[in-house]
């Protein structure tokens, strides 16, 4: 009798696991799955806003990517879904913040300093260098690279709130569109099998945008530097120096990720996709983008990287932390959008577009275009091709480029990494270059000035114009 007993409760005991595993399948498979992605990316865009000195620490940050991202690796262990788990951690996760941090690292010992004479073509001259330079060193690179002697140079002028915004437009959003280097959106797309040249395809989305903005910008400068006082202009070229750059052995090391990440990969090493690769094969890519960065460090004097550039580890521990979160949660999100994408309506390019852009606007462009990514992957058009073992090249007479039709990925690209700049909170660079900005003085539009007086009547239509042309 006894015995019967304990064969009752471990019957009862084990009904209700198979209860929980059932339920917690449930979960992974249904629209409930995308509650705690959603929040996750909710609290990452009104976090700053309702409660900015809470959300500045890093640990309630940590805190936050914890109790929405614990649960659900729970479900998803529970669920069957490990192995979606551990590729989207270990394969996405993991050497998208290596990346960003070899980026953040290796930028972070260049400086730039000068005060050069603002004039209207000095400052065009600015923003295009950091247009070009976005796409080699990452928006962010280029952006805290140049925003201190872009600030430096107008120091004098009354008018240079303009030269900020276009700033943030330009160098910290448009400019890094040709390579997966350039934004983080592109890299996880790069990590979902698009070629490392194949965003090169973008060059004449990239040049129209950057044209238009760069015209525009001249053309404003242009209007406000006729209006400074003689005194203001006087002391501009009394006070100016030339340029000096310091750290520059940071742009070898800056080359050596670029060829990392062009040419250390399964495209180029088969070796490195087999499954049963060593682990270091496996990440050899991020072996190599470690000691780039441990390079850096090294040889970097600490004035420079510390004193001149005011370095801290902050940000990047800010986005590992955050990030967590994102692509925990975003785990059932993604496979349930993939399973339901012929459901939501989506079949034109344009559509991809401005949904992928208003998105990335307000919150991170970065899960936005990964989740966009999977609905596109979702389609009837994109399964065929991938069940007929088409990754990249053409199925029906269509080009298809990471397991999607290629017009589509343009159109998540372009949108994520451009629309990232109708808000502050679009895209991370952009509050980094705010921030130092009103550190320096300068009064910068509210979130909601930023959209109003800026991103709405001159970025948005520039956006709505390269979508009428290209997509």
Known sequence: MHISK??????????????IKSTMEQFVHSAWSLIPFGLMLLMIAIGPLVAEHWWEKNTNKLIVSLFLGVPVAVCLIMGGMMHELEHQIFFDYVPFIILLLALFVITGGIHFSGDLKAKPWVNTGFLGLGWILASIMGTTGAAMLLIRPL????????????????????VANCGGLLTPLGDPPLFMLFLRGAHFSWFMHLAPEWAVTGLLLLGIYFAIDTYYYKKEH????????????????????????LLGVVLAVAFVNEGTIKQMGEADAPLWLKYLREIVLLSLTGL????????????????SWTPIVEVAVLFLGIFTTMTPALAYLKAHAAD????????????????????????TAVAFHGVASGL?????????GVVTGMFNGTPFVAGVPEILLKAISIAAV????????????????????????????????????FSLIILLPVYVIVQLLFI
């Open 380 to 388: 009837p058009e994109s399964l065929a091709a991938a069940e007929a």
């Open 6 to 19: 304990k064969k009752c409760t471990f019957a009862l005991a084990f009904s209700e696991f198979k209860l």
């Open 418 to 453: 451009m629309f990232g700049s109708l808000t502050y909170i679009g895209n991370g660079p952009n509050f980094m270059v705010k921030a130092i900005a009103e550190e320096s003085g300068i009064k910068m539009p509210s979130f909601f000035g930023y959209m109003i007086k």
């Open 230 to 253: 003689w005194t203001a202009l006087s002391a501009d070229s009394r006070e100016a120096t030339p340029m000096v750059m310091k750290g520059t052995i940071n742009f070898v090391y």
């Open 296 to 311: 850096s460090l090294y040889t970097t004097k600490k004035e420079v990287r510390f004193g001149d550039n005011k370095f």
């Open 151 to 170: 600030i430096e140079t107008n120091k004098q002028r009354e008018h240079k709130v303009h030269t900020i915004l276009f700033f943030i437009a330009l």
């Open 344 to 367: 939501l309506g989506f079949t034109h390019a344009w559509q991809f577009y401005y949904s992928t852009g208003a998105l990335s606007a307000f919150l991170d462009n970065t899960p």
